[in-house]
């Protein structure tokens, strides 16, 4: 209301007059808020009285500073009932105004109002704004429970608050992460060793109305759990909570402690250092969601992958946003695929570890820069260099391929610049990374000697050639991914047939059976012919709509 009140001053418009109930309302909550800060002001003075020598002892103890104690405006409560009213009523306080604020509660039997917090050191509630609005007690010694807060009240709803938003808000507009932790005193540590956009919600789990209060102030917040059970637990509630209301333009990531460990103490014993190697390490939504369920489902016996493949396409179809949750499809399916192909290699590895010993041929190398899955990468990021119109529809595929090095550090650059640019031109982009110091690795693509580049990589292709071209050479990295895009655009095609949806469907159905049939793609005999394996002269390698020469076939069989 005060920045309506300014941006109306400055534009020369009266403010409507405020109806009397709404003016009624104001003044209540003006006068509780003030009830409050007389609260937080008595707590925070008690605090330095000879008589809480043991609850400054509990938080020095907790390695806090007495800096960090004022910054927090942490207090003591009092060992016994009955302190606060009889303070506050010097001001005129009342009990039925401390009961309206939260901090006494009225016996339901004898109409008597008793304390809330007693014996425990107190930790003031403020909304992002940075207003009074609770306060949460911990007590000392060994009652229950530890940690108590303020009810709900005409200031204070659990449900939508965080402890320390007011603080983390101002982090965040100044380029900070904003993390999710436990508790109060997590929130506290974090802030004191620096990591300063840190909240933890109010003695519930994770609500919607807290996760778009989150979103308000970042669009990839950080959720931090521990890591046991009961951090499985949440994380996996938050994952299923957050699904149905992800966007472009908000999601989650979530970072995992390690067992035993939670922020605070992960703090005090390993340094900050430690605390942000996992937030560096967190998982994005799709990978968190897909360990969790993977978990959860087990995929020992068919019927497990079965039913946990069935439940990655139900996670995914609670996402409201259309093309997010085909992405999301896509993505879960592809990791699914990609366990598949792991533990299918380890079953194999086993079964020839108990085999009859036979004579061994040499073990084959390890795909280098002239080997055929170099080529292939290679090829499809010419493609993309000259055609990178088609990272709209193929980024997924190609984020998920084992690339070396170089091609790795070159795919990461040539996302990132597609990620901020509205103009996906390919003189833009190799310029972008010509001037970004990856000249050297855009010529190994682009002019490479010993291997021309097929005509589907090249700079005069046609769209669709080159885009034929690409899911061609792309079955050969990855057939299942390739059977998944085929399934995927089918649907499209099905929910919506329009001629981009129909090109895409035909495009991936052609490179699908050229696949399947055996069709070369080339780049195995070129990196052969590379290596000077092959005796015959080299010619142009082609891909799209013009068939494979039968050079090209002799070489294959």
Not at 79 to 98: C, H, K
Not at 166 to 183: N, Q, T
Not at 221 to 226: G, H, I, K, N, R
Not at 388 to 393: H, I, Q, T
């Amino acid at each position: 209301m005060d920045a309506v009140e300014q941006l109306a001053a400055e534009a020369g418009l009266e403010m409507p007059k405020p109806s009397r109930e709404a003016a009624e309302v104001e003044r209540r909550q003006h006068e509780l808020a003030r009830v409050l800060d007389a609260a937080a002001a008595r707590y925070q003075r008690r605090l330095a009285l000879p008589e809480s020598q043991r609850a400054l002892a509990y938080l020095h103890g907790r390695g806090l500073s007495d800096e960090t104690i004022r910054r927090f405006g942490l207090g003591w409560s009092g060992e016994g009932r009955g302190a606060i009213s009889a303070e506050l009523a010097r001001d005129g306080v009342t009990q039925a105004q401390l009961v309206e604020v939260g901090l006494m509660r009225r016996d339901e039997d004898t109409g008597r109002a008793y304390d809330l917090f007693f014996n425990r050191v107190m930790f003031p509630i403020r909304d992002r704004r940075g207003r009074l609005i609770s306060f949460g007690g911990r007590i000392l010694g060994d009652g229950q429970p530890k940690y108590v807060n303020g009810p709900e009240t005409a200031l204070f709803s659990k449900r939508r608050n965080f402890y320390a938003l007011d603080l983390a808000r101002e982090a965040v507009r100044g380029g900070a992460v904003l993390v999710v932790v436990e508790g109060y005193m997590d929130v506290i540590a974090l802030h004191q060793a620096g990591i300063v956009a840190a909240v933890a919600p109010l003695g519930t789990a994770l609500t919607h109305e807290q996760l778009e209060e989150l979103w308000r102030l970042s669009p990839s917040p950080v959720l931090c759990f521990d890591g046991d059970a009961a951090g499985a637990r949440a994380a996996a509630r938050a994952a299923e909570l957050a699904l149905p209301f992800l966007a472009p333009d908000r999601t989650l990531r979530l970072a995992t402690l390690p067992a035993g460990e939670d922020p605070d103490t992960l703090v005090a014993r390993q340094g900050v250092a430690s605390f942000n190697t996992i937030l560096a390490a967190a998982r994005p939504l799709e990978q968190a969601l897909y360990d969790l369920l993977r978990e959860a489902c087990g995929q020992a016996t068919p019927e497990q992958r079965a039913a946990f493949r069935n439940r990655l396409d139900q996670a995914a179809q609670r996402i409201q946003d259309k093309a997010l949750s085909d992405e999301y499809r896509a993505a879960l399916r592809g990791l699914f695929y990609a366990d598949r192909r792991r533990d299918r290699a380890a079953q194999f590895a086993t079964s020839a570890g108990n085999a009859i010993a036979m004579p061994r041929a040499a073990p084959r190398p390890q795909p280098s820069a002239d080997g055929a899955d170099y080529e292939r990468a290679r090829i499809l990021t010419a493609i993309l260099l000259h055609h990178p119109a088609l990272l709209r529809d193929v980024d997924h595929a190609y984020a998920g391929i084992p690339l070396q090095a170089s091609l790795a550090a070159l795919r990461n650059a040539i996302r990132r610049w597609a990620d901020h640019t509205d103009r996906l031109h390919s003189a833009a982009l190799i310029d972008h990374l010509r001037s970004s110091g990856l000249e050297r690795d855009v010529n190994q693509i682009l002019t490479r000697a010993t291997v021309p580049l097929p005509a589907c990589a090249a700079r005069t292709a046609t769209i669709a050639d080159a885009e034929a071209g690409r899911w061609h050479i792309f079955g050969f990295l990855n057939l299942e991914r390739l059977q998944e895009e085929v399934r995927l655009a089918g649907s499209r095609a099905a929910l919506n047939l329009t001629p981009d949806t129909q090109r895409r469907l035909k495009s991936l159905k052609d490179a699908l059976n050229e696949v399947m049939a055996g069709e070369p793609d080339g780049a195995a005999e070129s990196a052969r012919d590379a290596q000077g394996a092959g005796t015959f002269a080299r010619a142009p390698i082609r891909y799209g709509n013009q068939p494979p020469s039968n050079l090209m076939r002799n070489l294959r069989h």
